[in-house]
């Protein structure tokens, strides 16, 4: 597997500071398709307006959101002139209700989604809406890059986050490219169950499918030494020094990590090195 169709979608160009030249970057080094979306957001609620001014107000909004996603793909298309790789920049206005329609549809086809971190200072409730749009709706690998990240187009040292879950099974197969490429990859395994299929070897099993694709991945199994996994996870990424993380999504549903938080969420709020996600 390779990495033929990488998408990336534009909402603000701070927010996008680090994405889209990740974007870029990935698919220089893949020699893949890059295919931009310029998205302009109606972020207000329809039902906030008061009455009889729906239709003039959602005009207005609509109007602005198109001149946003204009003004978005004109920036994309200068820095994109001139380049070395295949793309294309598609500029939509949406509103917030038809959201998950229109990240599925112009995603669903991509072999991975290149976004900006969902949480933190300046974003809304718009970013964490497009990936997790991408990942449930539209059924594609995501990765997110953190703040001021450099992404050169390859990782080598990588870290896989396995708990034996589907989702995290998912993501592997997903990042295969990047974990063939790679110097080192380690499979991180925290507090492993006593009682469960692989407690006799822990990461064995997955360390065996690796190795008939090429990649070579040592296994670390971590004592639960702190309340968050998530904090242990970010520890391990520190001490191999790794430049990507791998890890599934949600093994939750989306409402209780919204309200009480879980590894998906604290990690994406936290992690310093991009994160390869899959649900």
Not at 164 to 172: D, G, K, N, P, V
Not at 240 to 261: C, K, P, T
Request: hydrophobic share 45%; proline share 5%; glycine share 8%.
């Amino acid at each position: 597997m390779a990495y033929k169709t990488i998408t990336t979608i534009l909402t603000d160009a701070v927010l996008n500071a680090s994405s889209f030249p990740a974007a870029i970057s990935l698919s220089e080094h893949a020699g893949a398709h890059l295919d931009v979306l310029c998205l302009g957001l109606d972020r207000a609620q329809p039902g906030f307006y008061y009455a009889g001014a729906s239709a003039m107000v959602v005009q207005d909004n609509l109007a602005q959101a198109r001149e946003d996603a204009l003004a978005l793909e004109d920036q994309a298309r200068k820095t994109l002139e001139g380049g070395a790789i295949n793309w294309s920049t598609t500029g939509l206005s949406a509103q917030m209700v038809a959201l998950n329609g229109v990240i599925a549809h112009r995603t669903r086809f991509s072999d991975l989604v290149v976004l900006p971190r969902p949480y933190g200072e300046g974003r809304g409730h718009d970013s964490e809406a497009i990936v997790e749009a991408a990942l449930f709706n539209g059924a594609v690998p995501v990765l997110i890059t953190p703040d001021d990240a450099e992404v050169s187009g390859s990782f080598t040292n990588i870290v896989i986050a396995w708990n034996e879950s589907t989702e995290a099974l998912r993501a592997i197969r997903s990042a295969l490219p990047f974990l063939q490429a790679a110097e080192n990859v380690s499979i991180a395994i925290i507090d492993p169950p006593q009682h469960g299929p692989e407690r006799s070897d822990p990461g064995g099993a997955l360390s065996q499918m690796l190795s008939r694709h090429g990649v070579r991945a040592e296994v670390s199994v971590l004592a639960r030494t702190m309340p968050r996994v998530s904090d242990i996870l970010n520890r391990h990424v520190r001490d191999q020094n790794a430049d990507l993380l791998v890890m599934g999504a949600y093994g939750h549903s989306r409402f209780r990590e919204s309200i009480l938080g879980g590894a998906t969420r604290h990690m994406l709020e936290v992690s310093e090195v991009p994160i390869l996600m899959a649900h």
